[in-house]
C-alpha cells in the first residue's frame, strides 16, 4: 500500500492536494527509488553486459512506475488530490545520454532484458553534458550543453572504481548506476555508467558546446560525441571510446571472479554484446586483462574471448564504420594497439584476403575486429541482414556463414504505448483484456476492425492524444495546432539518407498547388523533429530549409489556414512521448538499403499512424504484416539503388531538369524566399541537391508527391481509414523488444532466466 497523501506530510508538510508539480514529482521518485531499491537484483552465473557508448533512455518515472506496479495507484491517489501525472512527469529532467534510434534502442533492450527475467546489464559512460541541447536561433540550429545533471538525477552511486592507463598517463574512474527494474516480476537489473574521477565541468561555457579537447583527464565524460571534425576531436573519441571498454572489462572480470570463475571458463560467467563498433576495443582489452593481469596466454586468451563477445551492426553508411588510425590507438593505448596488431597478424595467417584484414594502409577496421574476434553478428532488420551478408559483409559471411544472424529491432510497449498512450491502452484493455501487457500480441484486435465501437474508440483516443500534443507545443514552442487537423510526422536525425530534404520539396509542391487554388479537404500540419550533428553542414541546411519554410507558409494568409509546419525543438524521448500517439501519418522516406531498421516506424504502427514508407528497413517487415491495403509504399528498390551506386548511374541533373521538379528545387533560391532566410545556407543546399544528391531524393520525388496525395485523399474516407489504423495497432506485436531480446537469448546469449 502507498499513501501519497502522509508522504506529502512527511516531506512537505502539507497535503498532496497543496503542493506543486515539482514536489509530487520527488514524492515519487523517492517512492520509485524506495521500491528499486528493495529489490533484489537478478542473479544467474551467466551475465549478460551490454556495452554501448548510447543508452537513450527518456524520463525514468512513468515506465518505472509501470513496472513496478505502482502507476495505477499512483495516479488514482494524485488524481484525487487534483494531480495529473502527465503534468508531474513533465517536471523531471530528461537524461542525456543518447543520441538516436541506436542509443534508444539500447534503452529498449535494457527494459525486455529485466522484464524477461534476464540477468544483465547495461554498461556505458556517464556524459554530463549528453550529445546537446538543441536550439533554433534565426531559423537555425544552435548547440548547447545539455545539462540534466542536477539535485534529482536518478544516479546511485555504486562506489567502485578502477583505474584507465592510457599512453602516457591514467585515470581513474567512478561508477554510478540507474534501476531497471523488470516489468512486474519483483526484479531489478541496472544500466551502469562509469564517469571520470576529477572531471571538470567549468571547461565547458554556458552558451556552447566548444572545449578544450586536449585536457583529456578532465573532459573525457562531458560530452557524448564530441565533434571529430579536428584531429583532437578525433582522438578524444578514441580516449572515451578505450575508457568505456577498459572500465567495462575490468568490471566483467572482477565480477566474474567474485561469481566463481577461475578466468580460464570466463565465457561461462559472461557474454558481451557490443552495440555498433564503438565498444570494438574491449575485445584486446580483455585480452591484455587475462594475458598481462591473469598470466593466461595469448593463444587461449584469444580463445577465451572469442566465446564471449558478440557484434550488432547498425549501419552500412561507410562514414558511420569507424576506422581509426593504428598510431592513434598507439597513442591513447599502446598496448591495445599492440594487441590488435597481433590479432591482424594471426588472422592474416588465416585468410589470406585484403577485403578482410584488420589494418589495411595504418588503419584499424573496427567491424572486422569485431568480426574475427566475436562469435556473433547480427543485423537489425530482414533487409539490412540480407544486405550485410550478400553485398557489405560478403566476405566475412563466406568465411562465418554461421555467425551471422538477424535480429529485427523492437520497442518496449511499456513506454511506448502503456506509458505514453494511456487512452489507446484502455481502448485495447477493453476490447481484448490484459494479457497483451506480457506478450505482446495484439493480433485479438484483428476481430474487431469491423466493429465500430473499437473504431469510435479509436477516433476517440487519436483525439485525446492530438489534445496533449497540441497543449505540448502550444507551451513548448507556442504554436497553435488546428484541432482537426491531418498530423503528419517526420522525426528521427536529420541526415540526407532519411531524406527530410525530399519532404521538404513536397511542402514546397504543396504550397505552390494551394496558392493555385487546390484547397485541402482540411488543414494538413507537418511536424518534423531531429538534431543535425554539428559538423554536418547539409544537415544544418535542410533544418534551416525546414524552418525558413515554416516561417514562409505561416506568414502567407492564402496557405496558413491550410498547411502548417512545425519542427520540434530540441526533439527527444519526452517529445517523441507528445508526438507519436497524436500521428495519423508516419513518414519513414529513407533511401532504400540506407536505413538499417528504424525504430519510430514501429512507435507509430503502435500508436494507430499509417506507415508512408519505402522498402527499407524494418518497413518491408510492417508492410508484410499489416498487407498492401493498410500502408502505402513507394520509391526505388533497395537492388535498384544498389545498382545505380555501383554503376555510378545516378544523374541528378537528369532529374533537376525535369520542369516539376526544377520548379520546387529552383523555389529555395528564389530571391523572395532567399531574403528570410541565410543565403549562403539555402544556395548550398540548392546546389547540392540539384549537382549532387547523394541519397537520390529527386530520384523518388515525382511518386512521393503523387502517393502523399493519395494518402491525404484517403484520409478522408474516415471509415477505411481509421480500420487501417486498427490494422497497424493489430498487427505491431512483432516489434516488441520482448521478442527481439528472446531472440538474442535463445540465438547468441544463452542465459538462464530466473522464474
Ligand atoms: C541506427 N544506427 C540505424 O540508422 C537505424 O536504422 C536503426 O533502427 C538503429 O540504429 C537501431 O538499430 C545508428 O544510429 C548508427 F550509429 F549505427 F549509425
Redesign the pocket.
Known sequence: MINLEERSQVAFGKPLAQIGDAQVCRLLQDLVREHCQTLPIMEGKRRLYYVSAEFLIGRLLINDLINLGLYDEVREQLAQAGHDLAAVDDQEVEPSLG???????AACFMDSVATLGLPGDGVGLNYHYGLFHQRFVDNQQTALPDEWLGEQDCLEDEGKSFEVQFGDFSVVSHLYSIDVPGYHNGKRNRLRLFDLEGVDDSLVPDDSIDFDKTKVAKNLTLFLYPDDSDEDGRLLRVYQQYFMVSNAAQLIVSEAVERGSNLHDLPDYAVVQIN?THPTMIIPELIRILTQEHGIDFEEAVGIVRHMVAY????I?AE?LEKWPLEYLAKVAPKIAKIIELLDQMQREEHDDPAVAIIKDGTVHMAHLAIHYGFSVNG??AL?TKILEETELHPFYELYPEKFSNKT?GITFRRWLMGCNPDLTSLVDKTIGTDWHRTADLTPLMAHVDDDEVLDGLVEAKGKAKARMREFLLTHQGVTVPEDAIIDVQVK?IHEYKRQQMLALYLIWKYLDIKNGNKPARPITVVFGGKAAPAYTIAQDIIHLILTLSSWIANDPDVAPYLQVIMIENYNVSAAERVIPAADISEQISLASK?????SNMKFMLNGAVTLCTLD??NVEIADLVGEDNIYTFGTSSREVERLYAEGAYDPQAYYHKPGIKLLVDFITNPAFMATGNEERLRRLHDDMAHKDWFMALLDLEEYIQVKERVYADYEDRGAWVRKALVNVAQAGTFSSDRTIAQYNEDIWHLVPQK
Do not use: K
Open positions: 543520441n538516436g534510434g541506436l542509443g534508444r534502442l555498433d550488432t551492426n547498425h549501419t553508411l558511420a537489425v532488420a539490412h529491432n536525425r536505413e538499417a531498421s528504424g525504430t528497413g524494418a
